[in-house]
């Protein structure tokens, strides 16, 4: 590169550096979930990235709280163990058999990959399940998905008083059920229900596209619920873009301020969202379009 081009270079991170400081303020102490999907985790290097970011989100004051998902994962092993499985509305039908490596996996295998990640990248990060400190407390969603649980009851304590000790809550959407039972929980619903416990200020669903497509198959870049509900009526948003955009209403109904639905696999996507302008994804809440620096 010429020196020339060099220097315009560093003028322009110096300018973004610059351009980020009222979102800096803007987001010092505030709390942001973020679910990290089993298709937006990809390679060492995506995984590398994200904990980067994760850990610079904290250092700068914000209180990252991790929710992740794994489903590409569960799905290797059950084929593994020649264990077959189907899914009904973006739900896993869930056996005892099926539960169990749905735990072993989420808890175990991806948990432990994040948690490794980020205390990779000089962050502390603490790996714990919607079991722990009674954090997700689950009843059956419909007996004829087995053990599928939807969030009934949660306790936030224990991820509050992580983050006061500048820990960083990494939570597998595994549940307990008042009678000893293990729920598997889709990781947008256990997300949701966490970021609403929370009443976050942000809840970020990095999955593997830019964001909500409309009928044009272009990116929404802020959408309201009236938007969710006809566009989901009309069939556009379908598959496993519906629990992501019912839990983002769900989250936005127990106080969430705004949720982000973005492409976890773009390079510091949480940056992006959080720190610039433009930010990055589909913006979803009820009021003003874009967010600003001090919204
Ligand atoms: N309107 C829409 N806009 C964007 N994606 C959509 C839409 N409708 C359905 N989808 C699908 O939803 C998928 C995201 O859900 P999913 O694969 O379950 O993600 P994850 O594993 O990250 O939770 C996208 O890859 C896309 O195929
Ligand atoms: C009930 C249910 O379907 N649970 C999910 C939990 C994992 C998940 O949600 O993973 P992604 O976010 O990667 O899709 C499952 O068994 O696959």
Redesign the pocket.
């Known amino acids: 590169m010429k020196k020339q081009d060099m220097n315009r270079d560093w003028i322009a991170t110096a300018r973004t550096l610059s351009q980020a400081l009222p979102y800096l303020q803007r987001y010092e102490g505030a709390t942001v979930v973020i679910?990290?999907?089993?298709?937006?985790?990809g390679s060492d290097e995506a995984m590398e990235s994200f904990a980067r970011d994760v850990v610079l989100m904290q250092q700068v004051g914000v209180k990252p709280v991790i929710v992740?998902?794994?489903?590409?994962?569960?799905?290797k092993l059950l084929a593994d163990l020649g264990i077959q499985?189907e899914?009904v509305n973006?739900?896993?039908v869930?056996d005892k058999a099926?539960v169990e490596v749905?735990e072993m996996v989420?808890s175990g295998l991806v948990n432990k990959r994040i948690v490794q990640a980020i205390n990779g990248q000089g962050g502390r990060a603490v790996g714990i399940s919607g079991k722990d400190a009674n954090l997700m407390i689950c009843e059956q969603?419909n007996p004829d998905?087995g053990f599928?649980?939807t969030p009934v009851e949660m306790d936030p304590s224990i991820v509050q008083e992580l983050g006061e000790e500048n820990l960083i809550p990494v939570i597998a959407?595994?549940g307990a059920g008042r009678g000893g039972e293990t729920?598997?929980?889709?990781?947008?619903?256990?997300a949701g229900a966490i970021a609403g416990a929370l009443k976050a200020d942000r809840l970020l669903l990095l999955?593997d596209v830019s964001g909500v497509k409309g009928a044009d198959g272009e990116v929404l870049t802020s959408l309201n619920s009236q938007q969710i509900r006809k566009l989901t009526d009309e069939g556009v948003i379908a598959g496993?873009m519906i629990?992501k955009t019912e839990t983002a209403l769900d989250a936005l109904a127990a106080g969430v301020r705004a949720v982000v639905i973005l492409d976890g696999r773009a390079p510091n996507a949480c940056l992006l969202e959080l720190y610039t302008e433009h930010g990055a994804g589909s913006l979803i809440r009820d009021s003003a379009p874009r967010v600003t620096a001090d919204s």
């Open positions: 679910k990290l999907g089993g298709h937006a985790m992740h998902g794994g489903g590409p994962m569960i799905n499985s899914f973006g739900k896993r869930t099926t749905v989420l969603t998905l599928v649980g959407p595994v729920y598997n929980v889709n990781g947008d619903t256990a999955t496993g629990p």
